[in-house]
């Protein structure tokens, strides 16, 4: 029973536009939700984070964005750039108490073509 | 400041044969997390650490797994005797308190291959 589902495996953009990741969720419990950005033989590393309380939370080129009622989450990155190229990953925290206790999804690999 | 550093990166061993992994996680950092990801899928939590307690551990796939954190300072994992479906990527990551935002800092990870 998978709590987070990230349903796209892959994304193609081009250099200069904006890449949309997507997320969706089923526990209503969770109250932190979090995108990691993960290159090949490294460890995932902390991209952003959002509150359940809010809708919408901006980073520089980043800005995620949550819709309670669909149990959605998505991540935008404006302009896309190159380096940008990596595995993203969806988490949510907070079904068990704050325990720093992660639940991911699959991950969405993300290419940005120059 | 050193971040997570795990070790080895890449461990191949035979079905049945025992493969002990190690995380030194970031100085000062009390809480300390096992995870995994197999074959592409999601990355899955395993256990949590506070110190050298487990306060969570109801990822732990089976009693083939044992993890120890003596001291509280440096984990290991260890899988005896593996079996094939353990073969995957495991990551270690710390924190220094529980954050409220779940962030946290992980290692490059072990990549454990069962033949």
């Known amino acids: 029973d998978q709590q987070v589902k990230q349903n796209s495996p892959s994304l193609s953009v081009q250099e200069g536009r904006i890449s949309i990741l997507n997320c969706d969720y089923t526990n209503s419990m969770f109250d932190y939700f979090l995108w990691y950005k993960k290159y090949p033989a490294e460890g995932p590393t902390f991209l952003i984070s959002i509150s359940s309380i809010k809708d919408k939370n901006e980073d520089g080129r980043f800005t995620v964005f949550l819709n309670k009622s669909a149990k959605h989450l998505s991540l935008h990155i404006v302009p896309s750039q190159p380096g940008d190229s990596a595995v993203y990953f969806c988490a949510a925290s907070g079904s068990s108490g704050n325990t720093g206790k992660l639940i991911f999804g699959q991950g969405t690999t993300l290419q940005v073509k120059p | 400041e050193a971040g997570v550093t795990q070790f080895p990166s890449h461990s191949v061993i035979e079905k049945g044969q025992t493969v002990t992994l190690r995380c030194d996680p970031i100085?000062?950092?009390?809480?300390l997390y096992w995870y995994r990801r197999v074959m592409g899928k999601e990355i899955k939590f395993l256990l949590h650490?506070?110190?050298?307690?487990?306060?969570?551990e109801s990822g732990m796939p089976n009693n083939r797994f044992l993890a120890e954190r003596t001291g509280g300072t440096y984990s290991t994992l260890k899988v005896q005797p593996a079996e094939l479906e353990d073969s995957g990527v495991y990551f270690c990551?710390?924190?220094?308190?529980?954050?409220?935002?779940?962030?946290?800092?992980f290692g490059e990870g072990s990549r454990l291959t069962v033949l």
């Open positions: 990551a710390s924190s220094q308190g529980l954050p409220n935002t779940g962030e946290l800092f």
């Open positions: 650490f506070v110190k050298e307690s487990k306060q969570d």
């Open positions: 100085s000062g950092h009390d809480n």
